[in-house]
């Protein structure tokens, strides 16, 4: 690759963090990309600008234009994406990827087998897909000891959607069954027109001595034999946020569950889509058998964030929010939800409301001293409480909502019900000062104590801007927070990215996974510096880390 090339390429990065080749078609298209894709996943959002310079902010309009020239010549050169081979440790945490071009990866998911602890599988927005000529973009990191180093990694390969063959797009979900069987969920749309052509939701399954056997680096499509869309749509809808659970379901025994939001695109629309549904299916474990998406939020017109949990009950957990007031132009409200289904059933009961949230962090919104992009994201899990199951849902709110837009020093949330939804426990706050986002939350903890995780600035008293990372051990009977944990050694600085230099995005979330008393917490930093792209000096980049804590 000659230097020119790689100047190039650095140039997209620079403005746009993801890569869509060649001008696309309307069909489909929405009417307000700028609205419509404070919704959708991020990766989306970038890929959508390269493609259609014309829907890009007007002081960029002209730079995307010339871009899509410079990408075409840069992937003309041939670069595939680095594997290195060096373990990086900062301090207690594991760099949890191989990258040596200096792209950054985010939206962390992560899952430990607990039939066998030494078995970890994590999920991230792999950026090194930009230079993998089928353009995937969902990576995966797997370790087989415990966590302690990273195995092997690469890129989630196509999944078939109505006979064409469309890349992992990102929203990585990962999981991890009985016998150590390991899942992966990722979207999958066309990398050059998201909007105009069929797209997807992808299921994936392997085992452990397959990812660690099966080499490292690109899309391996050995790595993950069993692999389909499980839900698949032309390019009027567009499937988003998807969310994954494993486990053990009454009579229907091991089952894999998928939610995802269906958006319905109008070009006509003054947010180009008139809804936003949520939607769910259950799959056989080895994925022979799915069956059709079912509509799960009801008459809600408007909604995202589901998570579904399969309990340890075998009862299928699934909340999500409703959004009041993005489509009309007031004042946003988040409604959480929840609905569950019985032990081996696909039929679940009515719909519960665990909580309105006049004081979300809304969509279009932003932090007081902070740019990147974050909304209200509710999480939930179930544990065993006196023999009974108790399912609880956490989030962030503002304390102080400014102008209904500017979301001031954020609490995480936390509600308990023990009667499938019907009541909840009053709301209690968690988190310790500061601006508190992105929580968390364990599944199916084993002895009464479950992880909560979060990312706070209460470390950065004066500006509210570094970022660092907070594991909360609670009491799952009292929801009591017993032990406080800072896993990140020192503050991140979320602005030292040379792609994300503006700090505008770390992901949409990350996530913990706990087993008894021993935690995973699976996250971004900009801590490692690496010659971006190969050139100049070393510079501070976004990686995913690994942290092992006691609970």
Not at 32 to 51: I, K
Not at 165 to 181: E, L, N, Q, T, Y
Not at 210 to 237: D, F, K, M, Q
């Amino acid at each position: 690759m000659t230097r020119r090339s790689v100047a190039l390429l650095a140039a997209v990065l620079v403005l746009v963090g993801l890569v869509a080749l060649a001008p696309s078609s309307s069909a489909g298209r929405p009417g307000d990309p700028d609205r419509l894709l404070q919704h959708l996943s991020s990766g989306v959002a970038s890929r959508y600008y390269l493609a259609h310079p014309d829907k890009a902010p007007e002081a960029a309009r002209s730079g995307y234009e010339a871009l899509q020239a410079a990408v075409a010549r840069a992937r003309e050169a041939g670069v595939a994406a680095s594997t290195g081979k060096a373990q990086h440790r900062v301090g207690p945490l594991l760099r949890y990827t191989r990258d040596t071009d200096g792209l950054p990866q985010n939206e962390e998911s992560v899952d430990i087998c607990r039939q066998d602890e030494r078995v970890v599988l994590g999920g991230t927005n792999d950026y090194r897909g930009l230079l993998d000529p089928a353009q995937n973009f969902t990576g995966w990191h797997f370790s087989d000891n415990g966590g302690a180093g990273l195995t092997s990694e690469g890129l989630l390969p196509p999944v078939m959607i109505f006979g064409k063959a469309v890349a992992s797009g990102g929203d990585p979900v990962d999981r991890i069954g009985r016998g150590c069987g390991l899942y992966a969920a990722s979207l999958n749309y066309d990398p050059v027109d998201p909007f105009g052509k069929p797209n997807g939701i992808g299921l994936y399954r392997s085992t452990a001595a397959t990812l660690a056997s099966c080499g490292s680096g690109g899309t391996r499509p050995a790595c993950w034999p069993s692999r389909r869309a499980v839900a698949g749509t032309p390019a009027t809808h567009f499937f988003d946020k998807e969310w994954l659970d494993v486990g053990r379901s009454g009579s229907a025994g091991e089952v894999a569950w998928v939610s995802f939001t269906d958006f319905t695109n109008d070009a006509k629309a003054p947010l180009g889509y008139t809804s936003a549904r949520i939607r769910a299916l259950r799959c056989s474990s080895d994925l022979s058998d799915c069956t059709a998406p079912q509509l799960i939020s009801g008459t809600d017109q408007d909604t995202q964030f589901s998570d579904v949990t399969i309990g340890p009950d075998g009862r299928t957990y699934l909340s999500w929010v409703q959004v009041e007031g993005e489509l009309q132009g007031i004042a946003q409200v988040f409604t959480v939800k929840l609905r569950v289904a019985p032990a081996g059933s696909t039929q679940f009961g009515p719909a519960r409301i665990v909580h309105r949230e006049k004081l979300a962090i809304p969509f279009n919104g932003h932090l007081h001293a902070d740019g990147l992009r974050v909304a209200t994201t509710p999480q939930s899990t179930v544990a065993m409480v006196h023999g009974r199951p108790r399912v609880l849902v956490t989030w962030a709110a503002c304390r102080v909502r400014v102008l209904d837009t500017v979301c001031e020093e954020p609490l995480i949330k936390l509600a308990w019900s023990d009667n499938q939804g019907a009541d909840w426990s009053p709301v209690a706050v968690v988190s310790a000062g500061g601006d508190n986002y992105f929580p968390t939350i364990s599944d199916s903890p084993v002895d009464g104590r479950l992880a909560l995780a979060y990312v706070t600035s209460r470390f950065d008293p004066v500006f509210h801007n570094r970022q660092d990372v907070e594991l909360l051990t609670v009491n799952a009977a009292s929801g009591h927070v017993t032990k406080r944990q800072r896993v990140t050694p020192f503050s991140n600085e979320p602005e030292a990215d040379p792609t994300f230099n503006d700090g505008r995005f770390v992901g949409d979330y990350f996530e913990v996974a706990s087993v008894g008393s021993r935690a995973l917490v699976h996250f971004n930093a900009n801590y490692v510096s690496i010659p971006y792209l190969h050139q100049g000096v070393p510079v501070a980049q976004q990686d995913n880390f690994l942290t092992r804590a006691g609970l």
